[in-house]
């Protein structure tokens, strides 16, 4: 599996570097990992802290108790049972696109009947269908007497309106599950070939005017056609919005994403307070919206709507890079 890798420095705690490859094998569930983009819900490793920087977003399994608690049910699975199968799929927001949070015992994720996960008490998983819509990745069946919440979509929107941040916490995990993914693939050089076409737009006109005026109408960003917004390894100090233009994101060469308006790029690294895992270029002449980190977080907890569509796109981008073309 480690054929043909190629390091990808990230900075590390200390100002010093590392390589991803590192990175991903000190990650403590690598070692239970033997295909990462198969599993359907992950849990974050505490990332790297710049001197300096603000704390990084991170997984805090009571608050995901008190958060599901306050909107779901527990209940209790006999060991053996099937809580979903790989390959499931229903209407988005549905009364089937259930998350769990585990609160007792542990469940296993098999894929064609071959393990490759065991989910233990207070972690979450089965999130990718809630946030995606995407058809279940893995079959989730009981390995011992269980007790758990489940909130389907509809609970779950509602409960973001009144807890804002626990979309901060689901996006750290979203985050770190990128990172490993995008370092596994650069050891095996198989990162995916993103398609021209830009990603799916997230933000309408009126949603772009909105998040302006709550910055205060900030004075967009020019960039020429070729020049580099931000490169792998640079500090995340901002993401942006454009608002005219297209932008080409990449990774040893290889195009991840073409952003255009009403998308975002750079918000992973204001997330998790980790250096840049990619480069972004402008592919045509364009006007860029900055945000940084306290503008970012304002925006999640006084628009849980705004942070609920940046949550998505990032499960979106998450999902686009463990496609079965990039297995």
């Known amino acids: 599996m480690l054929a043909g890798f190629m390091a990808l420095p990230i900075m590390a705690a200390n100002g010093g570097m590392q390589t991803a490859f590192a990175r991903f094998l000190d990650s403590r569930r690598y070692a239970r990992m033997t295909d990462m983009e198969s599993l359907d819900f ?23 108790q008190a958060f599901f608690g306050a909107w779901g049910v527990a209940q209790s699975v006999p060991a053996g049972a099937i809580v979903f199968r790989e390959r499931e799929q229903r209407g988005l927001f549905s009364g089937d696109d259930r998350m769990y949070l585990l609160l007792e015992g542990s469940i296993a994720l098999t894929l064609e009947g071959k393990s490759i996960d065991t989910v233990n008490a207070g972690e979450i998983f089965g999130e990718m269908m809630t946030l995606t819509n995407a058809r279940r990745s893995a079959t ?27 979309v901060l916490m689901l996006m750290s995990v979203m985050v ?20 021209q076409r830009e990603e799916r737009r997230v933000f309408d006109d009126a949603t772009l005017k909105k998040i302006a005026g709550l910055l205060d109408h900030p004075a967009p960003l020019r960039y020429g056609a070729t020049q580099t917004i931000l490169g792998a390894g640079d500090p995340g100090v901002f993401m942006y919005f454009p608002l005219r233009g297209r932008v080409t994101i990449l990774s040893q060469d290889r195009t991840l994403q073409h952003v255009g308006v009403g998308s975002v790029f750079g918000e992973m690294a204001l997330i998790d307070s980790a250096a840049r895992s ?33 949550l998505r796109l990032v499960a979106q981008r998450l999902q686009t890079m463990t496609a079965p073309s990039s297995r």
């Open 42 to 64: 992950t849990q974050p490793e505490p990332a790297p802290k710049r001197d300096g920087a603000a704390p990084a977003v991170t997984y805090d399994a009571s608050a995901a």
């Open 140 to 166: 989730a069946s009981a390995k011992s007497d269980c007790r758990m919440i489940a909130l389907d979509g509809g609970q779950f929107k509602k409960a973001i309106q009144g807890n804002p941040d626990f």
């Open 176 to 195: 770190n599950r990128f990172r490993l993914t995008l370092a596994r693939l650069t050891i095996k050089n198989a990162i995916p070939q993103a398609p």
């Open 278 to 310: 990619a480069r972004a270029v402008a592919e045509t002449q364009c006007e860029l919206m900055a945000v940084n980190r306290a503008q970012f977080l304002q925006l999640v907890r006084s628009s849980p709507d705004i942070g609920l569509s940046l």
